[in-house]
């Protein structure tokens, strides 16, 4: 297992070319004893060892792709949406916010306006009738150094300043700014809330 098996060129069995070639651990391979099968790259949306392929979401569906030798992403459970523009691209994507995934092959649905859902919902009932408010704020840090910890650090606080729950916290946009000290970002918040009042008081 993990190897490729070369016994062959241009179609044609070589007897001098016989050889096992070990896959690198971002790789798979689907059969090890088939010569028609090689070494393929690990898809975004799964881990490989090598050997084998695991998906990274409980539920996901893969197949192995005889004619190609290579595992497809078939299906996503709900609260995800497929993505496979491309081969090794291929992932179920969390639900984003604002919209609700059914799962399957079926894409995303945007909630209609005035409503809201948070990261990962999978039916139209989680879409709440919601005020946005918008909170830009300024950091003093470039914005390739604004990664995904930063961002998801950033919505727990304006969630706790807010008195929500992260997931009704969305980062709309980031922006480079200019600083005498720097470069830095301003980062564009919506929070949605379920009424005027709560809106009045954030």
């Not at 898809?43 to 979401?57: A, H, I, Y």
């Not at 609260?79 to 609700?100: K, N, W």
């Not at 079926?106 to 709440?128: E, F, Q, T």
């Not at 704020?137 to 990664?147: E, N, R, T, Y």
Request: charge should be negative.
């Amino acid at each position: 297992r993990g190897f490729q098996l070369v016994n062959s060129v241009g179609g044609q069995f070589s007897h001098d070319v016989q050889n096992c070639v070990k896959c690198a651990t971002n790789q798979y391979i689907v059969d090890s004893n088939n010569s028609a099968y090689s070494c393929q790259n690990c898809p975004l949306g799964s881990s490989c060892d090598g050997s084998s392929l695991t998906s990274l979401v409980s539920g996901a569906v893969w197949e192995v792709d005889n004619a190609l030798g290579r595992f497809m992403l078939q299906s996503c459970p709900p609260g995800y949406e497929r993505e496979v523009t491309t081969v090794d691209g291929q992932q179920c994507r969390r639900c984003q916010a604002g919209s609700y995934c059914v799962g399957g092959t079926a894409a995303a649905v945007s909630c209609r306006d005035g409503s809201y859902a948070p990261p990962g919902s999978n039916s139209s009932s989680d879409c709440l009738v919601s005020v946005m408010v918008q909170v830009v704020a300024d950091l003093p840090i470039p914005k390739d150094s604004f990664g995904d910890t930063q961002q998801n650090q950033l919505m727990v606080a304006v969630s706790m300043a807010a008195d929500v729950d992260v997931g009704f916290v969305n980062v709309v946009q980031v922006l480079p700014t200019r600083r005498r000290s720097g470069s830095g970002i301003q980062v564009e918040t919506d929070i949605a809330l379920d009424s005027e009042s709560k809106a009045q008081q954030v």
